[in-house]
C-alpha cells in the first residue's frame, strides 16, 4: 500500500505550459543562461581545444595543432596512473562516508528531540566554510604533535602517544577523505533532510500497519522516497569527490610522496607551476569526463528499478 | 500581454547564447588590447601583492602614491595561490602595472611578455650596481637583460638553541653533517624528543636541497643549467644524512607536512633546538615569547659557510604608455629600492616587521636599517653571509625549473619514507631536471 502511494505520487505530473509561457519563461532565463555559457561553456570549449594544441604559456592562442600528443604524454606517464588511482579511491571513499553521514545526520535530525533546531543550525557551519579553511582546521586536529584528534585518542585509551597521520601514506588518504566528507555530508544532510521533511507521516503508518518494522520502512518507504533528492546527493558528491582540491592541498599538498596526489592536483602543478597549459588541459578534460561517466552512472544505476 | 510579445524561437535564443560566447571568448584579447598595451592612461597605477602585511603594504603605497600624485590601486592575493591568481589575471589581460613575483617565475614572465626589462630606465644600472654580486644574478640575467627589483631577500641560516647545545657539554653550534647528528642525537637522550625540525613539506624539499648541497660544498647545477648534483658524491651523503635524520627520530615524523608556523613554535617553546631556514625566522621566534625564545641564535649552515639565497621580486608590467612607465618605475624604485632621498624607506620597513634585507651593498651600513633589526641579529654575519656566503643559484630563474622544481618533493618524501635509496632519489632527481630542461612530460 505504502509503495504503491509513493509511485502513484511521483506520477502525478504538472500540467504541460502554453507555449507563451515556455517562450515567456525562456526570456526570462535567457541572461543568466548566457552567463552560465560565458563562464562555463567557453572555458570548457576552450579547455578543450587547449588540450589538442601546443599551447604557450600565456594562453592567448592555442598555438600549433598536435593532434593527441598532450594525451599521449598524459597516457604514458606513470604519474598519471598513479595520480588516477589516488582520485578513484578517494572519491569511492568521499561518495561513500560524505552520502552515508550526511543521510544519518539527515535521519537524526528528522526526529524529534530537544535542541533539534540548535543542531539543525549547527549543521550549516561546517557547509558555509570555505574548503580551504576545512582543511586547514583538519591540518590541525589531526596534526601529529599537537592535535586534538590524538588527545582525543589518547583520552580515551585507543593509543599509548600522538601518531602522525599525514605522514603515512595511507593514513593521510584516509584523513583527507573524512576532512573533505565532513563538509560535504553537512552539505548533503541539508538536502536529505529537506527530502525527508516532505515524505508524508501517512506512507510510515501505512506500512507499519502492513507490518513494516523499522528497517523495513527504512528500506522500503524512506529510501525509495529520498530516491529524486539521493540520486542529486551522489551525482554532486561525486563531482565535488574528482573536483577536490583545497582540503587535500591545505593537509597534504599531494603528499606524503604522491600518496594524496589527486588529478586536481597535479592539474594545478601542470597548469600553474610547470605553465603545461597542453596537457594539463588534456588532464583537464580526462578528469571533467571521469566525473561525469560517474555521474550518469550513478544515476542509471539509481533509476535502473524503474524502467 | 505575453502572447502579444514579438516571437523569440529556439534558433533566435541559441544565435543570442552563441553571440555572448564569442564574446566572451575574445574578452581577454579585447581586454589586453584595450588595457595595460593601450597607449592611453588614466593616470592610475595598478600595484599586485600578496597578503603579507597587507595593512603596511597598502600603507607604504600610498604613501608613495599622495608624496606623487598619482593614485594607485593595490590588489592583495592570498599567498597560497598567488601565482595562479596572477598569472589568471594577466593571461586574461588584466594591466597590473607593479606586481610581487616569485623569482622563479621572473623569467617566464619575460619570456610571456607579461613583464617588461627594465634597462634603459632611469637609474636602474645603479641600482644594479648597487646590489650584492651574489644577489644580482637574480635581477640581471646572463644576456645583461634586468628583469626584476627586489621585493625581499633571505639567506638560510642555522637557527639553533643556544642554551641547550650547552648545557648538553657542547662548545657551540654544529659545523658540520656529523657534528648536527652528533648534538641532536645527544639532546634525544637527555629528553628532547625531536632536536631537529625541518621544512620538508612537498614544495619546500627543493629549495632544502639546494641549501644543503651548497653548504657542503657541491654546485648543484653548472653554468648551462645542467644538473652536475650527482657528480659529486657529497649529494649522496646529504640524503643518506636526511634519511638517518628522519629514520632516526631526530625530526619529527610531522615534518613532511608541517608549517614554519608550527616549526617556530616548536623552537619556542623548547621541544626542538635545530632549524635552518631563511634566517627573519629568527624573528618569528623571538615574537613568539616562548619560553626557550631568548635562546635562539643564528649559525652557518655548516663550516664551508655556503647557504642558499632567496628572495622574492617586483615586476612591471607590459607597458607602453611613457608616462605611465616611468610612473611604475618611479614607484618600483620607492619599492624595491631607495625612495627619491636615498633612503630604503620600504626596505626598512621590512627589516623592521619582518627581518627581511634588500640584498644592497650599503644596506646593513645605513642606520635606519640597523636601527630596525633587534639586538638579537648579527648584523655583520648576515651582512657577510649575503656578501660572499651566499648563492642564489640562477638556474632557479630559469622558465623550465619549476618543472623541476615541483618533482622534488616527491622523491625526498619518498627517500625520507624509506621506499627509496639515497642514489636513486640523486638519479631520480637526475632524470627529473633533464626531463624538465627538456620540456614536455608530467
Redesign the interface.
Known sequence: MALTLIRSASRAKVSPMSR??R??G??LS?PA??LL???L??PA??TLVYSFHDV?????APGEFIGLTNYE??FG?P??WSSLWVTIVFSLGFVVVSTCLGLGFALLLNEAFPGRGILRGLLVIPWACPW?VIGIIW?WFV????GGLNGLLMHLGLTDGYI?F??N?RS?LIIAVIGASWRQACFAAILLLAGLQTLPKELNEAAAIDGAGPLGRFRHVTIPWLRPVLATVIVLNIIYAFLQFDVIF?????????AT?VLSI?I?????????IG?GSALAVILALLSLVGGLITVRLLYRNEA | MVGESAPFGRRTFLRGVGSAGILAAISPALAACGGSSSSTWDGKLNFMGWDHQPEVIKRLVSSWSTANNVPVDVSISPNVGYAAAIQTRLRGGDPIDVFYNHSYNSERFIKQDWATPLNDLPGVDDMVANLYPSARPRYVQADGKIISVPYYSAVHLMHYNKRMVEDAGFSGPPKNLDETYAQAQKLKAGGLETPYVAYWIKEFCEEYFNVYLLSEGVIPFDDQGDPVFADDPKTVRVLEWWQSMYRDGLAASSVLTDDPGKLSTELAQGRAAFFVLHHYFLTAVRELNGPESPNLFHAPVSATGETLQIGDVLQMGTITNEDRKARAWDLMKYYGWKDVDGKFTVLTEWAKSSGLVGPYSDFFDDPAVIAAFPDYYDLKFLSATFGTGSNVMPVRNQSWYSAFQMKVGDHVHNLLLGNATPTETVKALTDAAKAAKKGGGL
Open positions: 507563451a509561457d517562450q515567456f525562456l526570456r535567457a543562461l548566457a555559457a560565458m563562464l561553456v567557453v570549449v576552450l604557450p604559456p600565456t594562453g592567448i604524454t598524459v606517464s604519474v598519471f580551504l591540518r596534526d601529529g604533535s599537537v602522525d599525514l605522514s601514506p593521510a591545505a593537509m597534504t599538498q599531494g603528499g606524503p610522496g604522491d596526489q597535479l594545478y602543478r601542470q597548469l600553474f607551476v610547470a605553465t603545461d596537457t
